[in-house]
């Protein structure tokens, strides 16, 4: 954005993505001259997953390094820092890592984008927004502003939230497993209705229940083996955010009941793949065995 903001033709912003362009794709945009007399932006992706494109990088590096030329390599998971590439990229580049925000954080930084769109909201109402959006800081400011916007200057409450944003689809697969923890399949097999209703692919909100079950199983086993509170988030590789959710949910499983459930999941996958049972039919018998 600020990029654009500075030179208004955008022509020398661009992207390559390792997974689609080769190392000499991306070479063909630094050797071409702009005719706007810009500096370019080349934004990388992907590059980790592609040896011969890191090889060949490698080899030309410190000629990249001589242009005039802005290039980021941007990678959206964590990189293996034992990686040549890596190194490489440390020795001769700028490094810097975006993390999310903690849970505590973000709340803070809620509070402030409503502030600074004059807006005030309620403790849980504030609570409830950040379980429907999570982290995307990009999502939260838009919806910040739909609901600062809609209310003009009076308390957001916690039914504005409900009515006004749309939990994302891991929030309320996390409200679905709560039910199953609580016993209450009823109210689980309605929560997972409502996605299916709304046209989302069950084998996706199979995965998602997959993902929060790992998850869980991830805690579980650190809880077992008495790891602090305060060393889950570094120790189990999750968002602090996905910490705090899981710790008590964690609780109300064994150990033995995590690995069942999950082979239960895996079982539930395989018969949708080879036919055997119908997706959504498979969904409601996974969640009546859990």
């Known amino acids: 954005m600020g990029y654009k903001e500075k030179h208004?033709?955008?022509?020398?912003?661009?992207?390559?993505?390792?997974?689609?362009?080769d190392f000499s794709d991306f070479y063909s945009h630094l050797k071409i001259n702009s005719m706007f007399a810009e500096k370019k932006l080349i934004i990388i992706k992907n590059v980790f997953n592609k040896l011969k494109f890191q090889e060949d990088f490698l080899e030309d590096v410190k000629n990249i390094e001589g242009l005039k030329d802005i290039?980021?390599?941007?990678?959206?998971?964590?990189?293996?820092?034992?990686?040549?590439?890596?190194k490489a990229l440390q020795k001769y580049t700028k490094c810097q890592d975006f993390d999310y925000l903690s849970p505590v954080n973000?709340?803070?930084?809620?509070?402030?984008?409503?502030?600074?769109?004059?807006a005030k909201i309620n403790n849980d109402a504030a609570d409830l927004l950040i379980n429907f959006v999570g982290s995307d800081l990009w999502r939260m400011a838009n919806e910040i502003n739909k609901l600062a916007n809609f209310k003009r200057g009076?308390?957001?409450?916690?039914?504005d939230v409900e009515n006004m944003v749309k939990p994302n689809t891991e929030s309320d697969i996390f409200k679905t497993i709560d039910a199953l923890a609580s016993k209450n399949k009823q109210l689980a097999l309605h929560l997972l209705h409502k996605h299916l209703d709304n046209g989302e692919f069950p084998l996706y909100l199979l995965s998602m229940i997959a993902y929060q079950f790992?998850?869980?199983?991830?805690?579980?086993?650190?809880?077992?083996?008495?790891?602090?509170?305060?060393?889950?988030?570094?120790?189990?590789?999750?968002?602090?955010?996905?910490?705090q959710k899981s710790f008590y949910l964690c609780n109300q499983f064994s150990m033995s009941d995590l690995k069942r459930i999950y082979r239960k999941i895996f079982q539930a996958d395989a018969d949708i793949k080879t036919g055997k049972v119908e997706a959504e039919m498979a969904l409601d018998l996974l969640l009546s065995v859990i």
């Open 8 to 21: 208004k033709s955008g022509l020398n912003l661009i992207y390559v993505d390792a997974n689609d362009e």
């Open 106 to 118: 973000l709340k803070k930084w809620v509070i402030c984008e409503l502030d600074n769109n004059k």
């Open 71 to 86: 290039v980021i390599v941007y990678e959206s998971g964590k990189p293996d820092q034992r990686n040549k590439f890596f």
């Open 214 to 243: 790992k998850n869980l199983l991830i805690i579980k086993d650190l809880q077992e083996t008495n790891t602090p509170y305060g060393a889950l988030a570094k120790k189990s590789g999750l968002h602090p955010f996905v910490v």
């Open 154 to 159: 009076s308390f957001i409450e916690k039914a």
